[in-house]
């Protein structure tokens, strides 16, 4: 009977937990048709509701500002935007952050989250994941007279939160292991790495 519940939990339960994200987004993305004016809302000219009409209209909104802004037109205007919105002071803060935040973690050329490291945290000798934010620590490493890296080192289950710290160069430990691998150990609390990336582990963390 055990082996039998076991082997139907291994089917059913990451399916169902499948299906549940997948709808918290759906659902999350629906609701951005609330933006639209009452009487404009699909709801009100179909007269019931399409489950996935949001995710559908992001998509091409995203996707139609993306070939507007491809152009020499489209980045002219997005400058002229730009700089309307750096003459207001709280949204200039805002805006300029979230811009460049953006732009390191989609860009091509972006190093952000592209490279998962072995750091001592939160002690000595106690070892965890993190993923590099930047190699640029600005004022802090040039009042440290140091050489920091950036880390984003994630909470589990939930890597949405965590803690940003900067740590001497010389005390992170570079992986092999791809950012994939690295959020489904922290997802799954270290139950889930593959014996070889396990044994890889262990060892850089033995050495001197």
Sequence with gaps: MKRYLVAGLLVW????????????????????????????????????????????????VVLVTGMLVANFFGRKLVALWERL??????????????????????????????QVVLVEFPRRESWTLAFVTGHEAGEVAR????????????????????????????????????????????LSMGAVMSPDKACALAEKAVKP
């Design 13 to 60: 339960l990451p399916l169902g937990v499948t299906l549940l994200v997948v709808r918290l987004l759906v659902n999350w993305l629906d609701g951005v048709m609330r933006l639209l004016p009452p009487q404009y809302q699909p709801e009100q000219l179909l007269g019931f509701h399409i489950p996935g009409l949001g995710v559908v209209l992001t998509v091409l």
């Design 143 to 186: 009042l440290l007279g140091r050489d920091l890296v950036n880390l984003y080192v994630p909470t589990t289950p939930n890597p949405t939160s965590g803690y940003f710290i900067m740590v001497p160069r010389m005390d992170v430990i570079e992986l092999d292991m791809s950012v994939d691998d690295g959020l489904k150990a922290i």
């Design 85 to 114: 919105l750096s003459r207001i002071p709280l949204v200039r803060s805002v805006y300029s952050a979230s811009k460049q935040l953006t732009e390191t973690l989609f860009a091509d050329s972006g190093q952000s989250f592209r």
